[in-house]
């Protein structure tokens, strides 16, 4: 991170000095950004030019690239960080996988094993978390009765474990995180076998007990959630219970990530890629309407989802030394064959994103727990590794708090096409922060795939870029005083 600003100093100010190729025409009116040549403008601003961006390939430890996009870490995030605990982590995937089974058609009123028991730890762990939040979180047991479906031959109740942190500012914007404590074996319907599960999942549900528990004792801006689902491995219904709760009462949730499979970085050949945990984030969006499909194939945006963004946003607050990992983001809604509990999000039309281990190994997942010609099956914890789980929750961490305290991805970010022209007019709506300092422009190439320039665009509505919208994207994000950067939406011709 050498040459990087430290955050409180500069971070707000980090365009100052740069600000002669703009007209300041004041509050409300249009700014308007001369830009001799398309590579030019990044340059002129103090960027690096994309050209200088570091590939994002090889197995760098904490690679830092310098993305125009970036935003290190403040004194109050790496403190925040430096309060994950490895071993509380081991000490809930051990507890999770002393219930023998958690299967979601296991026992639900035996104390000591089965789906039921590992709910009601859950629940009061999550309750001793609230006890530190003033108030401020709240701890639910989220139920319904799953009527028979593929994988549930008969109405089960189904129960998420959901700690809400209230933001301070912003309270109706919501960000979730969740794993999965269900559990299985090599066979979907085995309700009664062990089925430890400690990778798939207590790893995630590790994380999110963990982030419960440095998050409750502060005040984010934004409302943030921790959830431990269950049902997934029948078929993602705990978490599509939930999103769809979210829709229903109509939620603003800007941001959601499903950590699944974060338990351990050997690959089945034994090696070991121990600082790279993948995001996997979806392009054309599930949810996308006719009239959407209908704008993307006219001008693009295949590569703009507001998952990718979500997951570009990361990137930028996550992989850096203060979590000493890289993001490996992946372009793709999840693997070959899989799903996961970020699916019934997008769905439902919300940002989403999976964190899962950098290179499986399927001896340890879903499988009958036993040695087959001298080799160890089965989800067991002794093939976990608890710092990198810590890691993982690390670059959780840095993400949900950035996301928290940063202002909420603008609103309304537009084109404007009403004319042929070979500038670009842009305009959106103000966001509702208090602390809200202005907006940045950004863009690319459109074979680029991360944006690579930023163009300060003042506390305004609307901004003039001297760069023709048929040969570039553009995005746009809003700052804060603190200087923190929300995720970029993508800007659409106006309709
Ligand atoms: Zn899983």
Not at 3 to 8: A, E, F, L, V
Not at 126 to 142: F, H, I, K, N, Y
Not at 340 to 366: K, M, S, V, W
Not at 443 to 469: C, F, M, Q, Y
Request: aromatic fraction near 6%; proline fraction near 7%; charged fraction near 25%.
């Amino acid at each position: 991170m050498a040459g990087m600003t430290q955050p409180g100093e500069d971070a707000g100010n980090r365009h100052s000095g740069h600000d002669g190729h703009e007209e300041s025409n004041g509050r409300g009116t249009a700014r308007r950004t001369v830009l001799g040549a398309a590579t030019a403008g990044a340059a002129a601003l103090g960027l690096p030019s994309a050209a200088a961006t570091p590939s994002s390939a090889g197995p760098a430890a904490a690679p830092s690239g310098h993305r125009p996009t970036e935003q290190p870490p403040s004194r109050e995030l790496r403190a925040l960080l430096r309060e994950i605990d490895p071993h509380r982590i081991e000490a809930t995937v051990r507890k999770l996988v002393s219930f023998g089974t958690r299967h979601t058609l296991s026992a639900q009123d035996d104390p000591v094993r089965g789906v039921g028991a590992a709910r009601d730890w859950l629940l009061a762990e999550l309750r001793r978390c609230a006890q530190d939040s003033g108030g401020r979180m709240t701890v639910e047991l989220q139920s319904y009765v799953q009527q028979p479906a593929p994988r549930v031959p008969v109405a089960t109740r189904i129960t998420n474990v959901v700690a809400t942190l209230r933001g301070s500012v912003t309270p109706d914007r919501v960000y979730v995180v969740s794993g999965h404590y269900d559990s299985r074996n090599s066979d979907p319907m085995n309700a009664t076998d062990d089925a430890p599960g400690a990778d798939d999942d207590a790893s995630g549900v590790a994380v999110v007990l963990e982030l419960a528990r440095v998050f409750a004792k502060r005040r984010p801006a934004a409302t943030v959630v921790f959830a431990a689902v269950a049902g997934e491995e029948q078929g993602l219904y705990g978490a599509g219970h939930m999103a769809r709760t979210y829709r229903g009462g109509q939620a603003d949730v800007q941001g959601m990530f499903t950590n699944d499979i974060v338990g351990s970085p050997t690959a089945e050949d034994g090696s070991r890629d121990p600082r790279t945990i993948r995001l996997f984030a979806e392009g054309v969006p599930t949810s996308e309407t006719p009239e959407q499909a209908e704008t993307r194939r006219s001008v693009g945006g295949e590569n703009d989802s507001p998952s990718r963004q979500l997951a570009r946003f990361v990137r930028d607050t996550a992989e850096n030394d203060a979590t000493g990992m890289r993001v490996r983001v992946v372009y793709r809604r999840d693997r070959y064959l899989r799903s996961g509990d970020h699916i019934p999000y997008l769905q439902q039309g919300y940002p989403a994103a999976r964190f899962t281990e950098p290179a499986e190994n399927y001896a340890h997942q879903h499988q009958d727990v036993r040695v087959v010609e001298g080799k160890q099956y089965g989800d067991l914890p002794e093939f976990c590794d608890f710092g990198f789980i810590a890691r993982v929750a690390r670059v959780n961490a840095a993400a949900l708090w950035s996301l928290a305290q940063a202002p909420g991805t603008p609103r309304g970010a537009r084109i404007r096409t009403a004319a042929l022209g070979n500038s670009t007019e842009l305009v959106w709506e103000r966001g509702p922060e208090p602390d809200l300092a202005g907006y940045e422009v950004v863009w690319r190439e459109t074979t680029a795939a991360e944006w690579t320039h930023v163009i300060p665009a003042g506390n305004v509505t609307r901004h003039v870029v001297d760069l023709s919208k048929d040969n570039v994207f553009f995005g746009l994000r809003a700052l804060n005083r603190s200087g923190l950067r929300s995720p970029v939406a993508f800007c659409t011709p106006q309709p």
